[in-house]
Structures are given as C-alpha cells and as structure tokens.
C-alpha cells in the first residue's frame, strides 16, 4: 500500500514539474500544471491496475507470454536483418526504420 502511495505522489508530482516547466505560456502555467498533475495521477492510477490484473495470472501464462513475445522480437529482428540486404532498400536508408517498426509490431 505504501509503494502505491509513493507511486502515485511520485507520478502526480512529476507530471505537475514537466508540465510546469516545459510551459510555453505564462498565461496558462497553472491549468497546463493542474493538468499535467491530473495526468500524471491518472497514469499512476493505470499503472495499479495493470498491476492487480497481473497478479491475478499465474506465472506459467505470464513466463509464456513474456517468452513468446522475446522469440517474436527475435524472429522480426532476423527477418529485418534479411530485408537489409535487399538491393532497393539499401540504397533507400531512411526505409529501413520503418520496416523494422512495421515487423517487430
């Protein structure tokens, strides 16, 4: 409970500072604060209760998902590797970033 507590400060707090500042206007510093503090709050708040959820697995489904997710990335990082060599996409450099995104979602 008091690691939640701590979380949720911490995430509240954070918001509120980055919002105030990266503030661009002086005229909206408070509201833009408020709501990096609401929104920091609300992430936290996420945060818990992706944690309940988790727990209420068991460890064999979460260590199978969390393996057939690393073997996926590997596979799409092999397959991206493959695509490199390809003569079209060589001479175009900025296309690779987007296969590789494209592959590994």
């Given amino acids: 409970m008091i690691v939640r507590i701590i979380l949720i400060l911490a995430c509240s707090i954070s918001g509120f500072a980055i919002a105030y500042y990266t503030s661009l206007s002086d005229s909206y510093?408070?509201?833009?604060?408020?709501?990096g503090f609401i929104i920091g709050l609300l992430i936290a708040l996420l945060v818990i209760r992706i944690e309940k959820e988790i727990r209420k697995?068991?460890?064999k489904v979460i260590v199978g998902g969390v393996t057939g997710m690393i073997v996926g990335l590997l596979i799409a990082l092999i397959f991206g590797f493959g695509l490199n060599f390809v003569s079209k996409i060589r001479e175009n450099q900025?296309?690779?970033p987007w296969i590789y995104l494209l592959i590994t979602d």
């Fill in 29 to 35: 510093l408070i509201l833009e604060s408020m709501g």
């Fill in 57 to 59: 697995l068991s460890l």
């Fill in 94 to 96: 900025q296309t690779v």
